[in-house]
């Protein structure tokens, strides 16, 4: 079983629409940052939460942290082609000396 | 500042032969792993060094894959002899600690197939 799990697996959207997605972790998290990657491509930090109820933007991406219900959630308003690719999680589960990824989410944005 | 740097980009080898993939990490980052991405999945951490010392390799199957960090820089991932499921990208991050209270930085990764 997977630490942490990202749903939905993969999402097609309308340029324009909004979207959200979501990271649940089967432990307390310790930290919980969202990653892009494009395909073929190492990975892109894009934030990072610590404090439960956190919650970070950047552009037209916002993260917020539950950390009672272990999960956090990434939101896109008014998607893009640009954001296009693969979303992952990770997280510190421990003592903060090991990280793992979610599965990942793919999204597609379809101009 | 310059980031990560892997190579090769990619690797076509067939199954039974040797692979060897290289890191530079990050100028004074003492922190470095190894991670394998299997196509539709998420990253799955191989090794990780603090230095030149290894600090979790619980999940590098070592009958077959081996890495060292010679001087506490540079680093090299091997599989010898390489298996069809080992097509992956294996990519390489490093960091200032060994938690991740602080971002990762990521290479761009090697892409393997094995055929």
């Known amino acids: 079983s997977q630490e942490l799990e990202q749903s939905p697996q993969s999402l097609i959207v309308q340029e324009g629409k909004n979207l959200t997605i979501n990271c649940t972790s089967s432990k307390t998290l310790y930290g919980l940052y969202w990653y892009k990657q494009k395909y073929g491509e190492g990975l892109i930090f894009l934030m990072m939460l610590q404090k439960g109820g956190e919650e970070k933007s950047h552009e037209k991406i916002t993260a917020k942290l539950d950390e009672k219900k272990q999960q956090s959630s990434l939101h896109i308003t008014a998607s893009q082609p640009s954001h296009a690719g693969i979303y992952l999680c990770g997280a510190d589960l421990n003592t903060g000396n090991q990280f793992y990824f979610g599965t990942g989410t793919s999204l597609t944005v379809i101009p | 500042e310059a980031g990560v740097a892997q190579s090769p980009r990619y690797k076509i080898i067939e199954k039974r032969q040797s692979v060897a993939f290289w890191c530079n990490p990050i100028?004074?980052?003492?922190?470095l792993y190894w991670y394998q991405q299997i196509l539709g999945q998420g990253p799955k951490l191989l090794i990780q060094f603090q230095n030149n010392g290894v600090v979790d390799d619980s999940q590098l199957p070592k009958d077959r894959f081996s890495a060292e960090r010679l001087k506490g820089v540079d680093s090299t991932l091997k599989i010898q002899p390489a298996k069809l499921e080992d097509s992956a990208v294996y990519l390489c991050a490093s960091s200032t600690l060994t938690g991740w209270a602080t971002e990762a930085f990521f290479g761009q990764g090697t892409r393997l197939t094995v055929v």
């Open positions: 100028s004074g980052h003492a922190t």
